[in-house]
């Protein structure tokens, strides 16, 4: 294998990895004190959450939650199907759900040359559902800021929500990483978020800002 294709193999490792491999957390205890650990991979965590809300999980979660997370099951269901397609053979049933499976397999494979620009174009699906996955697990909160953005004047735009229905959003949109114009895409750091609420004179969400 190529210079070429050992990085290609090695993306195509970390790319399976952050979707179906465990997770290193980092969590505080009541003590104060900071532990390092492992959780389950995203996929397996959004088969859990999603088996718990629809009540086929045997996990405590109570069962007063919807019965249907819809995200969920869309990000599941495009990653089960586009997976099944990419490598059809599951490989040796060993306890683990086929799209793992197929993914492992996948990952162990040595792709010729001329394989390479579609192995790339599956390593851009895998990094984008692994961030969407953790998204849908921990969503970042957010706000809208219903003035015009300083930039580019603009109040609000239109696009699309999770259902793919289109509906009208405040152009700014605030978290405590930054605040962003979904129009013209101009972003403030928190550092400027003062300056920023003088500007559009408002005030900062409270729990934005420490």
């Known amino acids: 294998m190529t210079a070429t294709g050992h990085a290609m193999s090695r993306e195509l490792d970390d790319a399976v990895h952050a979707l179906i491999g465990h997770r290193l957390h980092t969590h505080t205890d009541h003590d104060g004190q900071t532990r390092s650990g492992y959780r389950e991979s995203v996929y397996d965590e959004i088969r859990a959450e999603l088996a718990a809300r629809t009540g086929e999980g045997g996990t405590l979660r109570p069962r007063s939650l919807p019965p249907a997370w819809v995200e969920g099951l869309d990000w599941l269901t495009t990653i089960d199907t586009a997976v099944a397609q990419w490598w059809p053979d599951p490989g040796p049933n060993d306890g683990q759900p086929e799209t793992v499976r197929r993914l492992n397999l996948l990952a162990a494979h040595t ?100």
Do not use: F, N
């Not at 996955?133 to 735009?157: D, F, I, M, N, S």
């Open 111 to 210: 792709w010729a040359p001329e394989d390479h620009e579609a192995i790339a174009w599956c390593i851009d699906d895998l990094e984008h559902w692994a961030m969407a996955g953790k998204a849908l697990l921990e969503p970042v909160r957010r706000w809208e800021l219903v003035a015009a953005c300083p930039a580019c004047g603009q109040t609000t735009v239109h696009r699309p929500d999770l259902s793919g229905e289109i509906v009208r959003q405040s152009a700014l949109q605030i978290t405590a990483a930054g605040c962003g114009c979904q129009s013209c895409h101009t972003r403030w750091a928190p550092t400027h978020y003062h300056l920023l609420a003088a500007a559009l004179g408002c005030e900062i969400p409270v729990g934005v800002v420490e």
